[in-house]
């Protein structure tokens, strides 16, 4: 056999192991989402590097997100689409939020967030950043930063309702209007576990629908005609 033909059949064997390889690893990463609403959400989310899993395998689907690892997977998500740099001035001016130093690991993107998606503090200047964030905070920050990339993609930032509204039987006021515009706008904001009529607007979002709410951000995003 020529030397060529050896490097060939030896190059088609090699793909053809990585090819067979990387299924399996798909297969079998991730060990316990197999029955979860939000598996082909979650899989979408771990593939563009916006949230990962852990060194056993597992995604712990139920674990609540804190509002810094919500901002923190936002702003990965935005990074698919635009480039971020969180070494950037700011836009504007801002206060810096008082409970977030300098030193700590969400730092660069809580301050770039502030500065560009203006995810809300408290009225002291506290972000709170290890506290969970509720469903409808994670709603709001996902409704700003939509209509970032919005406005960076040469759009308008007018979320282009595309199906039919949910009117959640447990909000009201703003998070009523809240969960009106984003119910339409690709489902972001949907029912607790996928199920009846109720939001759950104070409850922690948990990992599972954080990256499904995201990724339903950047389809929709995709989707907007405008």
Do not use: H
Not at 8 to 16: A, I, N, P, S
Request: glycine share 4%.
């Amino acid at each position: 056999m020529k030397l060529w033909q050896i490097f060939k059949q030896t190059t088609l064997t090699t793909m053809f192991w990585l090819s067979v390889t990387s299924l399996s690893m798909a297969q079998t990463a991730l060990t316990d989402i197999k029955n979860n609403v939000y598996k082909p959400e979650i899989e979408e989310a771990v593939e563009l590097k916006i949230v990962s899993g852990f060194p056993d395998k597992t995604f712990r689907p139920n674990q609540p997100v804190t509002r810094e690892e919500a901002v923190s997977m936002i702003i990965d998500a935005i990074a698919t689409v635009i480039p971020v740099d969180l070494d950037a001035e700011p836009r504007r001016r801002v206060r810096p939020y008082l409970d977030v130093k300098s030193d700590r690991w969400s730092y660069k993107k809580l301050t770039w967030a502030q500065w560009n998606i203006n995810p809300q503090g408290t009225l002291t200047g506290n972000f709170r950043p290890a506290d969970y964030v509720t469903r409808a905070e994670l709603i709001d920050f996902l409704r700003t930063a939509a209509e970032l990339l919005k406005v960076e993609t040469g759009k308008t930032s007018f979320l282009t309702a595309n199906q039919k509204e949910t009117d959640f039987t447990d909000v009201s006021g703003y998070n009523r209007q809240l969960t009106l515009q984003m119910s339409s706008y690709c489902g972001i904001a949907s029912p607790l576990n996928e199920k009846g009529t109720k939001f759950a607007p104070n409850k922690p979002a948990n990992r599972d629908y954080t990256a499904a709410a995201i990724v339903r951000t950047l389809d929709c995003i995709k989707q907007d005609p405008k």
